[in-house]
C-alpha cells in the first residue's frame, strides 16, 4: 500500500483547510491521521475503518476536525475547521490492518506528510 497525502499549507486562525489521502493498492485497511508539530511526538488525529462505521477522533480537534473516505476512489480526507495555531504540524496519514488503533506502532503503512501552518 501505498499513501500520498497532500492539501496542506498557510491558513490563518479561523480558516479551514481539507486534506486528503490516496492509496494505492489494497485499501480495506483502518486509515489514520497522525500530526508531528516540532520537538513533539507524533500525536493521533483521528481514524476511520473501511466501513466508517466508527470514526475515532482524538478530544483536541473533537468538534473541529471531521474524518471521512470515499472507498471508490480510495480515498480518506481529515476536514479542518476552525483551525488554531497550536493546530501547526506536518500531518501524515497512515494504514493499519487493526480497528481503529489510536497507537502509530500499530499502523504498517504511512504517507510522506503534508505541512499545515496556521498563523495567529
Known amino acids: 500500500v501505498q499513501l500520498q497525502a497532500s492539501g496542506g499549507g498557510l491558513v490563518q486562525a479561523g480558516d479551514s483547510l481539507r486534506l486528503s489521502c490516496a492509496a494505492s493498492?489494497?485499501?480495506?485497511?483502518?486509515m489514520g491521521w497522525f500530526r508531528q508539530a516540532p520537538g513533539k511526538e507524533r500525536e493521533f488525529v483521528g481514524s476511520i475503518p473501511w466501513l466508517s462505521t466508527i470514526i475515532d477522533i482524538a478530544d483536541s480537534v473533537k468538534g473541529r476536525f471531521t474524518i471521512s473516505r470515499d472507498n471508490a476512489k480510495n480515498t480518506m480526507y481529515l476536514q479542518m475547521n476552525s483551525l488554531k495555531p497550536e493546530d501547526t504540524a506536518v500531518y501524515y496519514c497512515?494504514?493499519?490492518?487493526?480497528?481503529?488503533?489510536?497507537?502509530?506502532?500499530?499502523?504498517?503503512?504511512w504517507g510522506q506528510g503534508t505541512q499545515v501552518t496556521v498563523s495567529s
Open positions: 493498492g489494497r485499501s480495506t485497511y483502518t
Open positions: 497512515a494504514a493499519s490492518t487493526l480497528w481503529n488503533s489510536r497507537s502509530s506502532d500499530e499502523y504498517d503503512y
